[in-house]
């Protein structure tokens, strides 16, 4: 079977505050792509990244950086000096790469970040 | 243009009534999806087509019917829905049914009343 847990549900930080979104996934498949998206009040999914399950190396991209575990099965997402633009749910997802693919993206229950002023 | 346009932005319709979601993209994506997304909640597939042609249907009901014209478009017709029914519909495209990248568009806001 194929989960992804995002524990926390909420998060409230102040504005410059460091803040990780955690995200745990199970999957028998073993080649496989994780991704994160970024949901603002809007309503659009905004795609933010996604790591094939072989290349384990740490991303960063500005205030982003993304922690990609295998051992532990997580992919945790950490914000570096937040803003309050950062406000929004924050969906980790799975698919299995390649032929295995059906084509659906399973989401984790999402969890909503509050950035005050 | 990495853009998937959704229109329209909100609809609010009687359970009697018939009416119609539209999705389109010019990335020449050849996957197209729609989700359905209730309040507070992840999206959840409900149809997948590749190739213009459908692949997957997450058994669906058949209040809803999707309709892939070309490669471009995709349409979701609505017909007898129910309150329970109301939700964000958003559709996305990937280049194949790999999810290589993916792009959603802003959804369409239903309330059936």
């Known amino acids: 079977a194929q989960k992804v847990t995002q524990a926390q549900t909420e998060i409230s930080v102040v504005e410059k505050e460091d803040v990780t979104l955690d995200c745990v996934y199970e999957t028998r498949d073993t080649t496989y792509y994780l991704f994160w998206y970024k949901q603002p009040p809007s309503g659009e999914l905004v795609f933010l990244i996604r790591?094939?399950?072989?290349?384990?190396q740490n991303e960063i991209s500005g205030r982003y950086s993304w922690n990609f575990q295998k051992s532990t099965s997580s992919f945790n997402f950490t914000i570096t000096a937040s803003q309050v633009v950062d406000s929004a749910v924050y969906f980790c997802a799975l698919t299995p790469a390649g032929r295995g693919s059906q084509g659906n993206l399973i989401f984790g229950k999402g969890t909503k970040l509050s950035v005050k002023p | 243009d990495t853009e998937v346009t959704q229109t329209p932005k909100h609809l609010v319709m009687g359970m009697t009534n018939k009416k119609s979601l539209k999705c389109e993209q010019h990335?020449?994506?050849?996957?197209m999806y729609w989700y359905k997304q209730k309040a507070k909640k992840p999206p959840e597939l409900m149809f997948v087509y590749s190739y213009e042609k459908l692949s997957i249907n997450e058994s669906v009901p058949s209040r809803f019917s999707p309709e892939c014209p070309n490669s471009s478009l995709l349409n979701l017709h609505l017909h007898a829905l129910q309150p329970e029914d109301s939700a964000l519909y958003l559709c996305a495209s990937s280049p194949g049914q790999d999810w290589v990248e993916a792009f959603f568009g802003q959804g369409t806001r239903l309330t059936v009343v």
């Open positions: 990335m020449g994506h050849r996957a």
């Open positions: 790591r094939n399950s072989f290349d384990e």
